[in-house]
């Protein structure tokens, strides 16, 4: 199979637009390596349009149809008439019994039958040749579902996902439910999970199906130089991320609180990237929390080229992040690139990017007395903390390189086309 006759069929949320997705800006750069049409089908159409590789096409009419506009009693009616949701019935009966649980339920059923007939639509429409076309949901979600429902019809249909933390772990969501996630996995031909651990995750609860699941780890450009640390005496520390629970960014301020307890004379600068609906709440603490030694500044959501413009042009000790569940963070990618030593709790497939040799592994629930000990040691012992900078840089090159791991995905997918023993339903 040559590139000439392949297509890839990339589904996302919104990219690429609005903001979201970052991680997809460098993945798209090497799809059009390997198939000679990528088509992105985005079920949000925001505000803002990034550029895209030459070649790479956009399709909205997904994205339109999902704005349809159905009835209350429509939906039911199409939810009750699906087997899929007596079989859901059948097997969690003990979780359907929540009204919560029903809904989510619903409203997945709904957009699956929606994007199924989408596809159904898009295939007959573009006469798309399916033996030589991947699928591929960025998430495993309702477009998953809508996907390998439509190889009832269409068999020879290849679908693949990725997996990230969200889409990944069921106990990460109320009821520790995810509609439907056997159904999807016995459809699907491969699920990539961002890490080993994600990998496990399935493998130990899907065990039938196990030998569908393969890591597949995202990766970041190399940034042609890299970060300097502070000359001038301040402690200058970075964190990227939303800023909503899961991120635990409370925990961090007063970790950094507890810093200028053991350290009261040390000058502190912490740059914080990203929004989110905690932001006045953040404000709040920090500004009740903090003494006049720690200079806090929020930059809000900006571009990521704007991220690594900052990495390279201001000098940055520690980059820390405390989630209480990850896949695993590009953001820290994104800091190791650039020899930046990182702070990071032991959640998902943190452990495998981040430990006592580029920065410090904490526990997954560690005190804000903890995180702020890891911090203190950030601040001195010079000779160990630039061995952890070349440490870092290390780690992002052997094992988050753009260049070598987005190269074997797109590889691996054009060697799906090739296989003769595709998954039958």
């Given amino acids: 199979m040559s590139k000439n006759e392949s297509t890839l069929v990339l589904f996302t949320t ?9 991680f997809l800006e460098t993945e798209i750069k090497f799809a059009g390596k390997n198939f000679s049409r990528v088509i992105i089908v985005p079920a949000l159409i925001l505000d803002g349009k990034r550029p895209l590789p030459g070649g790479v096409e956009v399709n909205t009419s997904f994205s339109v149809q999902r704005k349809e506009v159905v009835s209350r009693e429509i939906e039911w009616l199409a939810c009750l008439s699906s087997p899929l949701f007596y079989r859901e019935l059948f097997k969690r009966p003990t979780t359907i019994v929540y009204r919560e649980a029903r809904q989510r339920l619903k409203k997945f059923l709904i957009v699956a039958a929606r994007d199924q007939r989408w596809l159904i639509n898009f295939i007959n429409d573009t006469g798309i040749n399916l033996k030589e076309t991947v699928f591929y949901t960025y998430w495993v979600s309702a477009q998953s579902l809508a996907v390998g429902l439509a190889k009832d019809q269409y068999p020879e249909i290849i679908l693949i996902s990725r997996a990230h933390r969200a889409d990944l772990y069921e106990d990460q969501h109320t009821l520790s439910y995810l509609p439907l996630r056997d159904v999807i996995f016995r459809r699907i031909d491969r699920v990539f999970s961002v890490s080993e651990h994600g990998k496990q995750y399935l493998v130990g609860k899907y065990p039938r199906v196990s030998s569908r699941f393969e890591v597949s780890r995202l990766g970041v450009s190399d940034p042609g130089s890299s970060s300097l640390p502070s000359r001038d005496g301040i402690f200058r520390v970075v964190s990227c991320s939303h800023m909503i629970p899961v991120k635990r960014l409370g ?14 004379e040390l000058s502190v600068e912490w740059h914080h990237f990203g929004e989110g609906f905690l932001r006045t709440q953040l404000q709040d603490l920090a500004k009740s929390v903090l003494p006049t030694t720690v200079n806090w500044i929020f930059h ?19 980059f820390i992040n405390v989630s209480e569940s990850e896949g695993i963070p590009v953001s820290i990618m994104e800091a190791q690139s650039l020899g930046i030593p990182v702070i990071a709790t032991a959640v998902g497939g943190t452990p495998e990017i981040v430990n006592n040799n580029n920065g410090f592994l904490l526990e997954s629930s560690p005190s804000p007395e903890g995180v702020a000990d890891a911090l203190n040691k950030m601040t001195s012992q010079r000779k160990e903390i630039l061995a952890k900078r070349r440490a870092s840089k290390e780690t992002w090159r052997t094992l988050y390189n753009s260049e070598t791991n987005y190269k074997v995905f797109f590889n691996n997918l054009v060697k799906l086309l090739h296989k003769i023993d595709r998954v039958n339903v």
């Fill in 300 to 318: 809000g959501q900006i571009p990521n080229q704007e991220v690594f413009d900052f990495y390279r042009s201001n000098p940055v000790d520690v």
């Fill in 14 to 22: 919104s990219f690429p637009y609005g903001t979201g997705e970052t």
């Fill in 251 to 264: 925990l961090l301020i007063k970790s950094l609180s507890a810093l200028t307890h053991l350290r009261p």
